[in-house]
T-cell receptor, first 113, second 112 residues
Framework: GAGVSQSPRYKVAKRGQDVALRCDPISGHVSLFWYQQALGQGPEFLTYFQNEAQLDKSGLPSDRFFAERPEGSVSTLKIQRTQQEDSAVYLC???????????FGPGTRLLVL | QQQVKQSPQSLIVQKGGIPIINCAYENTAFDYFPWYQQFPGKGPALLIAIRPDVSEKKEGRFTISFNKSAKQFSLHIMDSQPGDSATYFCAASYSGNTPLVFGKGTRLSVIA
């Protein structure tokens, strides 16, 4: 079956631009997680949802970062007024209810110039 | 404070060797310990996972050893192959569906 998909796969933005990153979870997966992976580092948690409810956004690095999942399926991570330090791979993962296994998408590589 | 510490940063082994990657955690409330494999340009993929009530788990060529008292766990890859060359991450989370805390990764190269 289809896995987690993310779009775009690559995004180049000029400093100060707003970007929107999309995640399509596996069908039926209730939980959806966003992680940020800097070059040569492990993924770091940003925020997560259970259905449409955002349960934890403690990992979002600043108020320029915003995530939503209005219908409990597709999620969008928005970054306003991008800065060079936002350059990273943004990973989305989804999981079934009551199961710890998280399935990751291929990520969106964001480069801010 | 880094909650999950992983070592070594990089590892080179000959084909057929047994690379061992180690992780240590701080928070005794963690209840789930997975290992992920990541190839360049791809997302992490789950390899194997363990809970603290088990000291060892084996799936195919991959084995996790878990030492609850020492708060350490490790990944062993038996009969390693060049196709195993990738970056490996340990992680930890609380029980239920909660965010993962990852180590910094180990870049493994298996040379023929």
């Amino acid at each position: 079956g289809a896995g987690v998909s993310q779009s775009p796969r690559y995004k180049v933005a000029k400093r100060g631009q707003d970007v929107a990153l999309r995640c399509d979870p596996i069908s039926g997966h209730v939980s959806l997680f966003w992680y940020q992976q800097a070059l040569g580092q492990g993924p770091e948690f940003l925020t997560y949802f259970q259905n449409e409810a955002q349960l934890d956004k403690s990992g979002l690095p600043s108020d320029r970062f915003f995530a939503e999942r209005p219908e409990g399926s597709v999620s969008t991570l928005k970054i306003q007024r991008t800065q060079q330090e936002d350059s990273a791979v943004y990973l989305c993962a989804s999981s079934l209810p009551q199961q710890e296994t998280q399935y990751f998408g291929p990520g969106t590589r964001l480069l801010v110039l | 404070q880094q909650q999950v510490k992983q070592s070594p940063q990089s590892l080179i082994v000959q084909k057929g060797g047994i690379p061992i990657i180690n992780c240590a955690y701080e928070n005794t409330a963690f209840d789930y310990f997975p290992w992920y494999q990541q190839f360049p340009g791809k997302g992490p993929a789950l390899l194997i996972a363990i809970r603290p009530d088990v000291s060892e788990k084996k799936e195919g060529r991959f084995t996790i050893s878990f030492n609850k008292s020492a708060k350490q766990f490790s990944l062993h890859i038996m009969d390693s192959q060049p196709g195993d060359s990738a970056t490996y991450f340990c992680a930890a989370s609380y029980s239920g569906n909660t965010p993962l805390v990852f180590g910094k990764g180990t870049r493994l190269s298996v040379i023929a």
